[in-house]
């Protein structure tokens, strides 16, 4: 049961993991691009090139528009909370959030006035709710596989003894 437990919490983890970077959609800076997106929340990331050295924010003079039909989204500044994320080759860190009103496709620019090695990246945001479903769910795995594997231990040290 332990280990039914920790396969279940491991693979729960990974593919919640997979399901919020798997749709990362990365932009050349400078450059433009369009996008498919889903409707709601979605932060844009600074993304350097390194697995050691984490970006604190997006460089000075990076400007970054994100549009629909013509029509320009308003970005707030990331939030209250700021992401970090190093994917072995790459470290990024949160700088802008927006909503997608309906599914469909977007356009996401970024310029800089300086060369600085760089790109964004788009991604759906997960949002408190989808932080605290994460957590709950990676729990309730432990717990039910340390649970279920101490009422198998007892189990099997009562049918053990023999009758008196």
């Given at each position: 049961m332990i280990v039914a437990g920790g396969v279940g919490f491991v693979v729960f983890l990974v593919s919640s993991l997979m399901g919020?970077?798997?749709g990362i959609q990365r932009i050349d800076v400078p450059?433009?691009?369009d996008l498919e997106l889903e409707a709601g929340a979605h932060t844009v990331y600074w993304e350097i090139p390194s697995t050691f050295f984490k970006p604190a924010?997006?460089?000075d003079g990076l400007k970054?528009?994100?549009s629909r039909d013509g029509a320009e989204l308003p970005l707030d500044g990331g939030g209250l909370l700021t992401t970090?994320?190093?994917t072995g080759s790459r470290a990024g860190v949160s700088i802008h959030g927006f909503t997608a009103p309906v599914k469909g496709t977007y356009a996401v620019a970024a310029k800089l006035d300086v060369d600085v090695p760089g790109n964004l990246a788009v991604s759906r945001s997960l949002g408190f709710f989808g932080i605290l479903k994460i957590v709950l769910g990676c729990l309730a795995l432990?717990?039910?596989g340390v649970g279920g594997?101490?009422?198998v231990l007892l189990r099997g040290?009562?049918?053990t003894r023999s009758p008196a």
């Open positions: 919020i970077f798997g450059g433009a691009r924010g997006g460089p970054v528009s994100v970090r994320y190093s432990m717990g039910i594997g101490i009422v040290l009562k049918s």
